[in-house]
T-cell receptor, first 117, second 117 residues
Framework: EAQVTQNPRYLITVTGKKLTVTCSQN?????MSWYRQDPGLGLRQIYY???????DKGDVPEGYKVSRKEKRNFPLILESPSPNQTSLYFC????????????????FGSGTRLTVV | AQKITQTQPGMFVQEKEAVTLDCTYD???????LFWYKQPSSGEMIFLIY??????QNATEGRYSLNFQKARKSANLVISASQLGDSAMYFC??????????????FGKGTKLSVKP
């Protein structure tokens, strides 16, 4: 089954304790992205990657890191989580990016509910 | 400036009636795609319908149709014969064709739809 797999689904952690949210897709998609969703703000992009070893900042990158060493994986790293990073996080992928990609939506993972206390 | 505007934070509709969820967008691109996603209380993002900027006919998918008015830059979602299972958050999104960061999927803040029995 074609899918984007995020882990964990739920995570409660303490301020300052480094964590990684994993994301893996099995569709050979070039493009991957991370979003956070907060009430009243919709989905805001954190980072995206157009291909292996190519990553770029989205709208809210502060406090996050990503890497794209393999095409299928795009982990989100919080080096020192803070309570304002409590949110619902989504990983998404798309066949490709750029001109001509307008008719390609994103396939989303199931989401990760992160609470930082 | 917001690129995707959903002016209805919340809406109610009677079961079996039709409902329209509003979405306006802002872009200078001639080539773009418009998407609607549904997010039930379980949290996952479910793709509903897509409309390309060059499509002359309004998109339809089962009970969902997209009322695309290009000159007005609006892409309203119409749900016919509402069902209790339609109660969810609905997001309008746009993907521009110019590539780079502008090729990312940009979301509105969402409309919460509640279907009354």
């Amino acid at each position: 089954e074609a899918q984007v797999t995020q882990n964990p689904r739920y995570l409660i952690t303490v301020t300052g304790k480094k964590l990684t949210v994993t994301c893996s897709q099995n569709m050979n998609h070039e493009y991957m992205s991370w979003y956070r969703q907060d009430p009243g703000l919709g989905l805001r992009q954190i980072y995206y990657s157009m291909n292996v070893e190519v990553t770029d900042k989205g709208d809210v990158p502060e406090g996050y890191k990503v890497s794209r060493k393999e095409k299928r994986n795009f982990p989100l790293i919080l080096e020192s989580p803070s309570p304002n990073q409590t949110s619902l996080y989504f990983c998404a992928s798309s066949l490709f990016h750029g001109t001509g990609a307008i008719n390609y939506g994103y396939t989303f993972g199931s989401g990760t509910r992160l609470t930082v206390v | 400036a917001q690129k995707i505007t959903q002016t209805q934070p919340g809406m109610f509709v009677q079961e079996k009636e039709a409902v329209t969820l509003d979405c306006t967008y802002d872009t200078s691109d001639q080539s773009y795609g418009l998407f609607w996603y549904k997010q039930p209380s379980s949290g996952e993002m479910i793709f509903l319908i897509y409309q390309g900027s060059y499509d002359e006919q309004n998109a339809t998918e089962g009970r969902y149709s997209l009322n695309f008015q290009k000159a007005r830059k609006s892409a309203n979602l119409v749900i016919s014969a509402s069902q209790l299972g339609d109660s969810a958050m609905y997001f309008c999104a746009m993907r521009e064709g110019s590539g780079g960061s502008q090729g990312n999927l940009i979301f509105g803040k969402g409309t919460k739809l509640s279907v009354k029995p």
